[in-house]
């Protein structure tokens, strides 16, 4: 190899590595605007009456929900202080069943009922693709305290976390 195309070789790679230092210095004086930050943004909806249509333990009616999420989706139901009997919640992401509480209480119950939840918990959905999403519950009632048989309304009262991007 002759000393003329040795030396325009390293002439290339010298410029090379320079190009690379300028787009890499570029990339992390705009890394915010490349990759912005997301949080977690927090929502309580409710309380909401559901008066349930039908006969029977489950309420055909659902507590509905639209969220835009960048992939987090969480969700805690409460019981409220109106509550008298106890119930299940049915979660629905986008109309499919994802996920059911245990029997969650009233508050006041007594006996076996008095040890009971008064919330789901946080119930992770997620991840979930980024964009709109529809997040239904539906109330199961059981015959006890209040209930007589037939569950005729409930109270949707729910708290929903989202992740957004930071402006």
Excluded at 13 to 32: E, P, Q, R, S, T
Excluded at 61 to 68: E, H, K, L, M, P
Excluded at 117 to 133: E, F
Aim: proline share 4%.
């Amino acid at each position: 190899m002759g000393g003329q195309d040795k030396s325009h070789r390293i002439q290339i790679i010298v410029a090379v590595i320079g190009l690379v230092g300028v787009l890499g210095a570029a990339v992390i004086a705009n890394w915010h605007n490349l990759f912005p930050k997301e949080s977690i943004k927090s929502q309580k909806f409710g309380p909401e009456t559901v008066n349930c249509t039908g006969s029977g333990q489950v309420c055909s009616n659902r507590f509905a929900i639209d969220v835009t999420t960048r992939g987090v989706l969480k969700v805690k139901y409460d019981v409220p202080p109106t509550h008298c009997s106890p119930i299940k919640i049915h979660f629905y992401l986008d109309g499919n069943r994802v996920r059911s509480t245990g029997t969650l209480g009233w508050r006041g119950a007594s006996g076996q009922f008095s040890s009971l939840p008064l919330t789901s918990g946080t119930i992770d959905l997620g991840p979930v693709s980024s964009g709109n999403h529809s997040v239904s519950l539906e109330a199961e009632g059981e015959a006890v305290g209040c209930n007589r048989g037939q569950l005729n309304s409930w109270l949707g009262n729910v708290q929903v976390w989202t992740s957004v991007l930071d402006k």
